[in-house]
T-cell receptor, first 110, second 115 residues
Framework: GIQVEQSPPDLILQEGANSTLRCNFSDSVNNLQWFHQNPWGQLINLFYIPSGTKQNGRLSATTVATERYSLLYISSSQTTDSGVYFCAVESYNQGGKLIFGQGTELSVKP | DSGVTQTPKHLITATGQRVTLRCSPRSGDLSVYWYQQSLDQGLQFLIQYYNGEERAKGNILERFSAQQFPDLHSELNLSSLELGDSALYFC??????????????FGAGTRLSVL
């Protein structure tokens, strides 16, 4: 089945710094979503982005489907950005299930 | 708030017992998914229902079963519980079952502890 790899696995930042999280996937995808899991365990939708670029405030994402990767950019990070960021993909002809990467754990220090 | 409601939030039980986790999807969503998050396996797909019918199965144990009712809420039944079943169980819903209408929104999860 499709493989999803996220890097880096861990990231520690000072408040105000910028970061880039990467998601590589091994096959063509029908759907790609980025999530933030906060310290309370909630999975929060950030982007639906099977291709192209989107921005939402300090966050933006880019997916280059032909090269099978997606990037999540966090600018001017805040302590509330801490948590785990997951990339999840839906592969063609595999039904609607999402396959998750292992996540990037982000810690933003004040 | 994602609009997906899961109950209970926490569940503590003993080995060998049976529990039921409940999920109400977002208004208008026909697809319901169940996922399990554990420390060693990460987030894994268990099962999908679409408009009352089972659509896909993942790594779901035979001790686990689920259903989606006519009002579209779903229940995940876990029986003969083992210590290794302790995990965070998520329900997600989407309008349709694939592609652009399959943007999945997740509930807050049910944290199951088997003692």
């Amino acid at each position: 089945g499709i493989q999803v790899e996220q890097s880096p696995p861990d990231l520690i930042l000072q408040e105000g710094a910028n970061s880039t999280l990467r998601c590589n996937f091994s096959d063509s995808v029908n759907n790609l979503q980025w999530f933030h899991q906060n310290p309370w365990g909630q999975l929060i939708n950030l982007f639906y982005i099977p291709s192209g670029t989107k921005q939402n405030g300090r966050l933006s994402a880019t997916t280059v489907a032909t090269e099978r990767y997606s990037l999540l950019y966090i600018s001017s990070s805040q302590t509330t950005d801490s948590g785990v960021y997951f990339c999840a993909v839906e592969s063609y002809n595999q039904g609607g299930k999402l396959i998750f990467g292992q996540g990037t754990e982000l810690s933003v220090k004040p | 708030d994602s609009g997906v409601t899961q109950t209970p939030k926490h569940l503590i039980t003993a080995t060998g017992q049976r529990v039921t986790l409940r999920c109400s999807p977002r208004s208008g969503d026909l697809s319901v998914y169940w996922y399990q998050q554990s420390l060693d396996q990460g987030l894994q797909f268990l099962i999908q229902y679409y408009n009352g019918e089972e659509r896909a199965k993942g790594n779901i144990l035979e001790r686990f079963s689920a259903q989606q009712f006519p009002d579209l809420h779903s229940e995940l039944n876990l029986s003969s519980l083992e210590l290794g079943d302790s995990a965070l169980y998520f329900c997600a819903s989407s309008v349709d079952s694939s592609g652009g209408y399959n943007i999945q929104y997740f509930g807050a999860g049910t944290r199951l502890s088997v003692l």
